[in-house]
T-cell receptor, first 115, second 117 residues
Framework: AQSVTQLGSHVSVSEGALVLLRCNYS??????LFWYVQYPNQGLQLLLK??????LVKGINGFEAEFKKSETSFHLTKPSAHMSDAAEYFC?????????????FGSGTQLTVLP | DAGVIQSPRHEVTEMGQEVTLRCKPI?????LFWYRQTMMRGLELLIY????????DSGMPEDRFSAKMPNASFSTLKIQPSEPRDSAVYFC???????????????FGAGSRLTVL
């Protein structure tokens, strides 16, 4: 069984400040890991994913995440927040062996960017 | 590609009425998922299909909920009879399994916001 824990249901940062959204996972096998973003009244969009290889993954809109196996973490960062980054962010994990590879989502972190 | 298309975008109905939500997945995708999103419970997987066959419906809340996928380009989620606690945003998502490069990347529709009075 897999699970995802997102620390902090709400995070506020000032425009231009560092964004750090935390995600820890539990999985019995090397997982696939994802970050999705949801803007108001929209569906979820893929930000970035980790499957194998390089542990630092770059995504869209300047976001990146680092897979740390020893810490079972996959935190999302962005050096400088922009007002347009305000959204809800979901971390997700999947088992590559799964026949249909369904995702397990975290509970989400609402990011607010202050002017 | 137009993406995953869901209809209706908004539905307001009265308790006891039948509700049908529709989804057209991305052409070529062979797996389809229905999720429900609420403030209290977050994102919940209701059911998923692979090659039009329901694989796991353990997330379907109760017998009032049913889902079908008659062909590769269409799926429905039906609630009969509807109750106020069914009020939520229902998302459909699709993906192409069997491709490592695709690796579980779900493409979500914009959602159907259901309000049951």
């Amino acid at each position: 069984a897999q699970s995802v824990t997102q620390l902090g249901s709400h995070v506020s940062v000032s425009e231009g400040a560092l964004v750090l959204l935390r995600c820890n996972y539990s999985s019995s096998v090397p997982p696939y890991l994802f970050w999705y973003v949801q803007y108001p009244n929209q569906g979820l969009q893929l930000l970035l994913k980790y499957t194998t290889g390089a542990t630092l993954v770059k995504g869209i809109n300047g976001f990146e995440a680092e897979f740390k196996k020893s810490e079972t973490s996959f935190h999302l960062t962005k050096p400088s927040a922009h007002m347009s980054d305000a959204a809800e962010y979901f971390c997700a994990v999947s088992d590559p062996r799964g026949s249909a590879r369904q995702l397990t989502f975290g509970s989400g972190t609402q990011l607010t960017v202050l002017p | 590609d137009a993406g995953v298309i869901q209809s209706p975008r908004h539905e307001v109905t009265e308790m006891g009425q039948e509700v049908t939500l529709r989804c057209k997945p991305i052409s070529g995708h062979n797996s389809l998922f229905w999720y429900r999103q609420t403030m209290m419970r977050g994102l919940e997987l209701l059911i998923y299909f692979n090659n039009n066959v329901p694989i796991d419906d353990s997330g379907m809340p109760e017998d009032r909920f049913s889902a079908k996928m008659p062909n590769a380009s269409f799926s429905t989620l039906k609630i009969q009879p509807s109750e106020p606690r069914d009020s939520a945003v229902y998302f459909c998502a699709s993906t192409r399994t069997g491709s490592l490069s695709g690796a579980n990347v779900l493409t979500f529709g914009a959602g159907s916001r259901l309000t049951v009075l």
